[in-house]
């Protein structure tokens, strides 16, 4: 994927890694960037072109995609945490994550597809987590709502494969975001998250692990689990 020249979409520009891809992209010589949020006034990269997007909303992502029809790389990156147990927590945010990161990205792969057919195949980057991996108490729902969606990208990437669409995933631990704040553990640089996460594209990778953690989690999944939640 040659990102200098392309023309992406971000989800969840407003803040966070969203609002860095937004920027690294055109400083990477990106030809357009379309910045979406919920609230896209919110969104302040200069030179992007804004446009309101809450990725569960069907109408939304259906007019995004018609305002959008040069898309040739598309960052899925909006998300939510709610810090929610399965067995006694609010089953409308386990529903919530569910919405967001496995149908609302699937939403905007299915809208977005035909467009980077068209457009020569280009790159799609889902921007997962080390979480799709592990489960963490209090916040079992995002962890399998990842997970659902990591199963999600390795399936479109082969329906889209033929196509000639990259499709990567970007996987990393906690970042030094807004989402994060109240996480007390170690945080990686989220701009080098994006760096990676770029980087990965422009080799033709297919997936991205973007710190030491997230290599030490995906290479535990051979062991025996119980080795890995007595050792954290």
Known sequence: MRINGSIALVTGANRGLG????????????????????????????????????????GQVAAVA??????????????????????????????RELDTHFYGTLAMVRAFAPA????????????LSAM?????EGANAYSV???A??????GVRLELAAQGTLVTGLHLGAADTDM??????????PAAVVRAGLDGLEAGRVEVLA???????KASLAADPREFYTSV
């Open 19 to 58: 609002r860095l891809f937004a920027r690294q992209l055109l400083e990477r010589g990106d030809a357009k960037v379309y910045a979406t949020a919920r609230d896209p006034e919110r969104i302040d990269v200069p030179g992007v072109e804004r446009l309101r997007l809450d990725i569960t909303d069907p």
């Open 66 to 95: 018609v305002a959008a029809p040069d898309v040739t790389l598309l960052v899925n990156n909006a998300g939510i945490s709610t810090w929610t147990n399965l067995v006694t927590g609010d089953l409308a945010n386990i529903r």
């Open 116 to 127: 980077l057919g068209r457009n020569g195949g280009g790159a799609l980057l889902n921007v």
């Open 132 to 136: 799709s991996w592990f489960s963490y």
């Open 145 to 147: 709502a990842k997970a």
């Open 149 to 154: 969606e990591w199963a999600l990208t390795n």
């Open 180 to 189: 994060m704040a109240g996480y007390d553990g170690e945080k990686a640089d």
């Open 211 to 217: 710190d030491a953690w997230s290599a030490h989690v």
